[in-house]
């Protein structure tokens, strides 16, 4: 690791009432000594205090400003560290940043500064990226779940199981040098037992990765539905504000629109699409055909069907892209008299195989009732009860996923050699490498390159 002195501006490039500049380094106190003029000598105060002056490139006051000192290794990248409040102003924040720079600090490369916090032991890498995972949260279970990351919860059960392997490991390794003290005569169904667990364990933290998805990029959502049954005016409701273009005219959405709406804590990523039915149009068409292909990947189908008019075959055709999809029918304009009604929903379903039980919710776009009651059902279906992320770990990362995938493969090797009587050292080499996948997730099995490019996607300046 480069032992120079980095500064970066860690507030973001826009007018606010304060800035900071931060530093870190070897030379960190002795370069803010060199832009600093106030009562006090940076390098002699005392280790997290506050103190008031004014940075100074040369003769010329850049800014007043109070400039925080806090000594490695009690600071966020264990190094001595410096940061400057200013006023927030753009130029000014930049200006000081140059005047920084000028007394020899360089300035710091992307995620730079919690790079050094993990290479110098204050956080292991899940907490690393758990930093981004605050910075970017978009609603409150993101955050909280990052948060609980950020405090160690996936560390801490990744620590736990890796001592189980190594256990395990270790007292092999033992028994093979040393057989004559040693014996490992019938150690094969402990640990196919131990195996077993671990591999339960992984299953576990695996399968969570589809809620900290969910968590943390947000519910894909399609509105699906023939024209003018209303897709539109949901989106409005849901948004807050109009984001779509509402009229009588049938086809008057023809291409896809996007939304991100926060709902009871997530994120709903809501896309409308052209309303589903046969067209010689070819740009309608074009949309039909859009609106299939969102469907396909979306992990919320959101089904609006018109109850004023009878279901026809625009509505077999909605019925055919949703039966293995997690999917809640609305049927609006419940304020008019309906002809639809949630038995003929469910009869139609049941007509297609389809043993789920798919919320159907009567709602009224234009009175907006019914909003509330589709609001809990989403929630409901994407989350399991009330979350706790005092005990629950939510993989939210699909890298730490992948390792997670690579070593419950290896502990299902370890079985296999166990159940197929191979020796002793094949166990040990399947552990190995459950053990070394595992420390990928806590940086203790990670090469340089991939430490770079994973804290390369930080912002600048954290």
């Known amino acids: ?20 500049v931060r530093i870190s380094g070897s030379e960190a106190l002795e370069i803010a000594d060199r832009v600093y003029k106030g009562k006090e000598t940076i390098a002699e105060v005392p280790t997290h205090t506050i103190h008031y002056g004014h940075v100074m490139d040369g003769d010329e006051t850049v800014d007043e400003v109070l400039v925080m000192v806090m000594r490695g290794p009690r600071t966020f990248t264990g190094e001595d560290t410096v940061e400057i409040n200013c006023h927030g102003g753009t130029y000014v924040v930049s200006r000081v940043l140059e005047t920084v720079l000028k007394a020899g600090a360089r300035p710091s490369e992307p995620g730079e500064f919690t790079k050094r916090a993990f290479l110098n032991g204050k956080m292991d890498l ?128 023809r291409d896809v629109l996007e939304e991100q709406i926060r709902l009871q804590g997530l994120t709903l990523n809501i896309i409308d699409t052209a309303g589903i039915r046969q067209t010689d149009d070819i740009v309608e068409k074009m949309g039909v055909d859009k609106a299939k292909e969102y469907a396909k990947e979306a992990d919320l189908i959101i089904y609006v069907v018109d109850a004023s008019r009878n279901l026809d075959e625009n509505d077999e055709k909605i019925f055919d892209l949703i039966y293995d999809k997690r999917t809640v029918i609305l049927l609006n304009k419940s304020d008019l008299d309906t002809v639809v009604t949630e038995e003929m929903i469910r009869e139609r379903i049941s007509q297609n195989g389809v043993q789920k039980q798919i919320p159907v ?30 005990e629950e770990v939510y993989i939210t990362n699909a890298r730490q996923k992948n390792a ?35 420390g990928n997730i806590t940086g203790e099995s990670i090469g340089e390159d991939l430490v770079n490019e994973i804290f390369s996607k930080f912002c600048m300046g954290k």
Request: net charge negative; no cysteine; proline share 1%.
């Open 1 to 20: 690791m480069n032992q120079d002195t980095i500064a970066a501006i860690s507030t973001g490039m826009t007018n606010s009432g304060i800035g900071i």
């Open 126 to 253: 899940s907490q690393a990226e758990a930093v981004i995972d605050v910075i970017t949260s978009e609603n409150e279970y993101a955050l909280q779940s990052s948060i609980s990351q950020l405090k160690g919860s996936v560390k801490n059960r990744i620590k736990e199981i890796r001592e189980k392997i190594i256990y395990h490991t270790a007292f092999i390794e033992t028994a093979l040098d040393d057989p004559e003290h040693i014996s490992v005569d019938g150690y094969g169904e402990v640990l196919k037992e131990a195996a077993e667990e671990v591999i339960g364990q992984l299953k576990e933290l695996i399968d969570s990765s589809d809620d900290g998805r969910i968590m943390k990029e947000g519910i894909q959502t399609v509105i699906l539905g023939k024209p003018n049954a209303g897709k539109s005016s949901l989106l409005n409701i849901l948004a807050g504000h109009d984001r779509a273009i509402v009229t009588d005219i049938e086809g008057t959405t």
């Open 361 to 390: 919710i009567a709602i009224s776009a234009k009175e907006e009732q019914g909003i509330k009651e589709l609001e809990n059902t989403v929630k409901a279906m994407f989350l399991k009860g009330d979350l706790s992320f005092n």
């Open 404 to 438: 997670l995938v690579n070593a419950r493969e290896s502990m299902k090797k370890v079985i296999f050699s166990i159940d197929a009587g191979m020796p002793e050292d094949f166990y040990s080499i399947d552990l190995m490498d459950a053990y070394e996948s595992l």
